[in-house]
């Protein structure tokens, strides 16, 4: 999907832009090296190091939260009941809170994204799910019920199918899980409720068909995602010489800078603002929103958003509330051209801020305004737009280039 600029006229924001854009400039961009020698590089460095350990904490938190999933699920599909299918849904919504804000990861040239990367197979979307299982008024749809083709439900069999024929066409990652869970959102978004999947779907002669299948689906899907993100944890986990940690800290520091920049700038502007909120807003539409099953779209907002932030503070909270944290872009821009960097700030606190403000659920927010105007939803888009503009005017500053479009 294409990206779409969008005009500036958020009432809600004309105090974060005047107090950005009346700033006098009293710190002019200073000469980043001297001669060869790069005045700043040991902040750089410090920065590198710093923000690999937050990679890999974030996504080892991501792993565990997984492993606690497919826990749950194991135990709901073997007794399942309204409890257990219950304590199963808590725990993916637990699990996407650190995987959320791994999304400040991606557009970085790291192993998220590269050829062989998992990033697919965790958080694919929109999906359709009648590629999975049956849909309202196709009772023998998807994978789960075409037992002529697809004999055996397993991992390597669910993701050699994994877009297959569509990008739509998603049969595994955290999306399949939660359709999996809540079954199909209600069409009618002013009730203002997600989906609602009874346990009897996976009680062997209770449900509609296939009863057995469709907990062999659920329970490799989890196996598969356990899988992928350990990949990334080993991707990143210190004292490894032949994993791409190693190859990072190796870089030169402005590609470094330059990777780490271009990431936090994409997500904000044109990924995050663009794809996962306009398009939305643009389409009205609920198949748009990232986890319409169990309307969590809101949590997924706000999560990347505190993603980019951490990253731009250099500083992560883990799910046990302790914290990693070190040197940070903030600390360099501020060196540069603090002016710059109080701008900055200035829109990233207020990301969390308006996108906190977006009502629950967002399928039903959707719509309640329109592109263009001034609520809740628009008013979070302008910001990380704007947020992601000052993101490339700091690699500006640093002398750097990147790119915030996809």
């Known amino acids: 999907m294409k990206t779409r600029l969008l005009k500036v006229s958020s009432l809600l924001l004309v105090g974060v832009i005047v107090a950005i ?105 929109p999906l359709d799910e009648g590629y999975i299982d049956y849909i309202s008024g196709m009772a023998n ?37 939660e359709f999996l869970l809540w079954g199909q959102d209600d069409v009618n978004t002013a009730l203002q409720t997600p989906g609602n999947r009874p346990f009897t779907d996976f009680v ?83 198949e748009d929103e990232h986890s319409c099953f169990s309307d969590n779209t809101h949590r997924d907002i706000i999560l990347n958003a505190q993603g980019i932030r951490n990253v731009y503070l250099g500083s992560y909270t883990r799910t046990d509330a302790s914290i990693v944290s070190g040197t940070s872009i903030k600390d360099l821009i501020n060196q540069v051209n603090s002016t710059l960097e109080g701008e900055l700030t200035i829109l990233s606190a207020a990301s969390i801020t308006l996108n906190n403000a977006i009502p629950v659920p967002f399928d039903y927010a959707l719509t309640q305004e329109s592109v263009g105007g001034s609520g809740p939803v628009m008013n979070a888009i302008y910001n990380l737009q704007y947020q992601g503009d000052k993101i490339s005017e700091v690699a500006t500053a640093l002398g750097l280039t990147i790119s915030t479009t996809l």
């Open 21 to 125: 854009g009346c700033k006098k400039d009293k710190d002019p961009p200073a000469p980043l090296t001297t001669g060869t020698i790069d005045q700043y590089a040991t902040i750089k460095t410090a920065i590198k190091e710093n923000y690999a350990n937050i990679v890999y904490a974030n996504y080892q938190d991501s792993y565990d939260k997984a492993v606690l999933l497919k826990t749950a699920l194991v135990t709901f599909t073997n007794a399942p009941s309204a409890s257990t299918l219950s304590t199963a849904k808590q725990a993916w919504l637990d699990a996407r809170e650190p995987y959320g804000q791994t999304e400040a990861f991606r557009f970085a040239s790291g192993p998220i994204d590269d050829v062989d990367g998992p990033e697919g197979a965790l958080n694919a979307w």
């Open 141 to 177: 749809s998807g994978i789960i019920n075409d037992i002529v083709t697809y004999p055996t439900i397993s991992g390597s069999v669910l993701e050699g199918l994994n877009e297959q024929g569509g990008e739509a066409n998603i049969s595994i990652g955290y999306h399949a899980i």
């Open 204 to 286: 062997v002669g209770g449900g509609p068909g296939n009863e057995d299948r469709r907990k062999d689906y659920l329970n490799a899907v989890a196996e598969l995602l356990v899988d992928h993100l350990d990949l990334m944890v080993s991707e990143w986990e210190p004292n490894n010489s032949s994993n791409y940690r190693t190859a990072f800290l190796a870089l030169p520091n402005n590609t470094v800078l330059e990777y780490i920049l271009t990431a936090i700038g994409t997500l904000s502007k044109s990924e995050l603002a663009g794809e996962r909120m306009f398009t939305a807003l643009s389409n009205q539409d609920q």
